[in-house]
């Protein structure tokens, strides 16, 4: 009963045109005051050890440094690199932003800035060339969500905040998921463009792939030093973010010298207003989760799905419609706040193994970022493009398709996921 109360109140405040983070932490307070004698004591106190964790600190810092390379020519040097390697194929500026979007993504943990940094200097481009807008929107949209899949990503360590999950090892997982779903989604390019017989570039030499491979190098390099830091255990996921954010500053300022030192404070407000907004969502989803297991509901559950007789199959096909359906009317970061406390207890009950469902609700998190109501990639590329939500949702649905059945092969074949953790962990 009170769990209905629960997600009634929540529903009813969402509905007003609420934002969620206040809604959730309405919630909480009415419940906790109204029906409830929980010490108002208690609540400041979980406010306070909710956000008091070191992986949390990452978020700010690859926000910061995502920013940084957003503004400092990284984005364009990248789209170059990825021109000359497969440009001359059908569809080559657009197999390039794929490209690119994959690159940038595992320097940015974040798809809204993977689709802003290469979406507003690929797309004009494709337009130059006589590509449909409405193709290259479809291109950029879906291709910008690899953000949240391919580490690092900022998705990622909000899972790991909520379900005490190793972050390094959720990276680690999100490496061959995020290629494979990469080269996916470069395959239905490929046939779109070479059944509509989209321009092709000329092919690069090998000099000319050397220079532009030269010129990025110092943004790919990010990649080596994030990721290899981690594998190498010479520093954590919290500090490779902080690492990420000094390099990402020194290379937009001093070495590409495409960010002039007066622009800095600007990147900094607004990392710093994109980072409270997160810390908000995280702090009331906190108390959301706080009161969600003083109230046993998360056991109860559990208790219920493993009593109708759900296998781990039928549970995970549940928990994909219930978070395609969260998509609906919620983004990434408070659906993961929100379900996965609810939803990974009856996970570690069937026995399916963490790092595995926390990869299956990223993949969801990606579809929901490309769909109507609320998919915050088409509004991004709304913006860089001035289409209607409506135009941008019809040009996304092949890639859309694509990603559902990636979807499919990640959640009943975990191997894809914990393949390359268990190499390098075990």
């Known amino acids: 009963m009170n769990a209905l109360i629960i997600f009634v109140l929540l529903l009813a405040l969402m509905l007003t045109g609420m934002p969620i983070s206040i809604s959730l932490g309405l919630t909480v307070l009415t419940f906790l005051f109204t029906m409830t004698t929980v010490p108002i004591e208690s609540v400041a106190l979980k406010l306070f050890t909710g956000i008091e964790k070191f992986e949390i600190m990452a978020i700010p810092f690859f926000i910061l440094a995502g920013n940084f390379l957003t503004h400092g020519g990284v984005a364009r ?98 490496v061959v998921p995020g290629l494979m779903l990469a080269f996916l989604l470069g395959l239905t390019t490929w046939y779109l463009a070479r059944k509509h017989g989209y321009p092709r570039m000329a092919r690069a030499s090998w000099g000319e792939r050397w220079g532009t491979f030269r010129k990025s190098a110092w943004g790919l390099i990010l990649i080596v030093i994030v990721m290899g830091g981690i594998y190498t ?69 559990a208790e219920w799905i493993t009593g109708q007789g759900l296998g781990v199959i039928s549970f995970l096909l549940v928990v994909n419609i219930l978070l395609l359906l969260a998509g609906n009317v919620m983004e990434p970061s408070s659906i993961v706040l929100i379900m996965a406390p609810i939803l990974f207890p009856v996970a570690m009950k069937l026995g399916i193994d963490p790092i595995h469902f926390g990869i299956l609700i990223v993949v969801n998190m990606e579809v929901g970022m490309c769909h109507p109501p609320v998919g915050l990639n088409l509004y991004v590329a709304s913006g860089i493009t001035k289409m209607g939500i409506t135009e941008l949702t019809i040009a996304v649905w092949p890639w859309l398709l694509t990603m559902l059945a990636f979807l499919v092969a990640v959640t009943y074949i975990p191997q894809i996921s914990l393949w390359l953790p268990n190499l390098i962990y075990s």
């Open 77 to 174: 040097r990248m789209i170059n690199f990825a021109s000359s390697m497969v440009g001359h194929w059908h569809g080559g500026l657009a197999l390039a932003g794929v490209m690119a979007c994959a690159l940038f993504a595992a320097v940015s943990g974040s798809s809204p800035a993977t689709v802003v940094a290469i979406g507003s200097i690929i797309l004009p481009a494709m337009v130059r060339q006589g590509y449909p807008k409405r193709f290259g929107a479809g291109v950029i949209t879906t291709s910008g969500a690899l953000g949240i899949l391919i580490p690092p990503s900022i998705v990622m360590v909000m899972y790991s905040v909520t379900t005490n999950t190793s972050v390094g090892k959720l990276f680690m997982a999100g």
């Open 233 to 301: 255990g010479m520093f954590t996921p919290t500090e490779a973010a902080a690492v990420s954010a000094v390099y990402a500053f020194v290379i937009a300022v001093f070495v590409y010298k495409d960010l002039k030192l007066k622009q800095v404070g600007k990147v900094l407000l607004d990392s710093a207003a994109m980072s409270a907004m997160l810390l908000y969502i995280i702090t009331n989803a906190v108390l959301f989760s706080f009161l969600m297991t003083s109230e046993n509901i998360p056991q109860m559950m």
